[in-house]
């Protein structure tokens, strides 16, 4: 059974400051890994997701895989308040549609 | 952007009774899911359906559980009968695909039910 955890628990930084968030998982047979970004009382939204090993770059967001390690990890640069949210990362082993695997989520926030 | 649409956001219900969530994915998706996540741990996945059919479920995925999206319209997740630990927030996804090389998952807000 895919186990997937997340630290930290919750984060607080500046604005302005590079926000590093983590997540683990168990299966290494996995090979979908993604972010979702969830406002309060919003829907979860998908961020970025990546497939094989290395880094994804959009905009201020970027997103690090090391398979060997079990880990992957997301990259905010310039944090915004505006990116104060629950971050969720999922993780499937690719032969199940749609069947995710989430971790219990990172809370951050961001103080003007 | 692409939304998904639940129905009603909250819902109290006594044991025993029957209830029925509504989505309305996005409309031209395919493929479509219920999470389920039980207050203060992770969003776990219950069930994914296409073409008519449940394609995969998991071990939350009770007897009492089913789903359908008749004629088109909303995917439905429904109760019958609710249990103490069927309070949850439930949420319903869509994708245009499936499989690892899906597109992403669009996800509702969620419909928190509450079993008294």
């Known amino acids: 059974q895919q186990k997937v955890q997340q630290s930290p628990e919750s984060l607080i930084v500046p604005e302005g400051a590079m926000t590093s968030l983590n997540c683990t998982f168990s299966?290494?047979?996995?090979?979908?890994f993604a972010w979702y970004r969830q406002h309060s009382g919003k829907a979860p939204k998908a961020l970025m997701s990546?497939?094989?090993?290395g880094e994804k770059e959009e905009g201020r967001f970027t997103i690090h895989l090391n398979k060997a390690s079990l880990h992957f990890s997301l990259h905010i640069r310039d944090s915004q308040p505006s990116d104060s949210a629950l971050y969720l990362c999922?993780?499937?082993?690719?032969?199940?549609?749609?069947?995710?695997?989430f971790g219990a989520g990172t809370q951050l926030i961001v103080i003007p | 952007g692409p939304k998904v649409l639940q129905i009603p956001s909250h819902q109290i219900i006594d044991m025993g009774q029957m209830v029925t969530l509504n989505c309305d994915p996005v409309?031209?998706?395919?493929?479509f899911y219920w999470y389920k996540q039980i207050l203060g741990q992770q969003m776990e996945f219950l069930v994914n359906?296409?073409?008519?059919?449940?394609?995969?479920k998991s071990k939350l995925f009770k007897d009492q559980f089913s789903v359908e999206r008749p004629d088109g319209s909303y995917f439905t997740l429904k109760i019958q009968p609710t249990a103490l630990e069927d309070s949850a927030v439930y949420f319903c996804?869509?994708?245009?695909?499936?499989?690892?090389?899906?597109?992403?998952?669009?996800f509702g807000s969620g419909t928190r039910l509450t079993v008294l």
């Open positions: 996804a869509s994708s245009t695909a499936g499989g690892v090389s899906a597109e992403t998952l669009y």
């Open positions: 299966d290494s047979a996995s090979q979908y």
């Open positions: 990546i497939f094989s090993n």
């Open positions: 999922a993780v499937s082993t690719g032969s199940a549609l749609g069947r995710l695997h």
């Open positions: 409309s031209n998706h395919l493929y």
């Open positions: 359906f296409y073409n008519g059919k449940v394609m995969e």
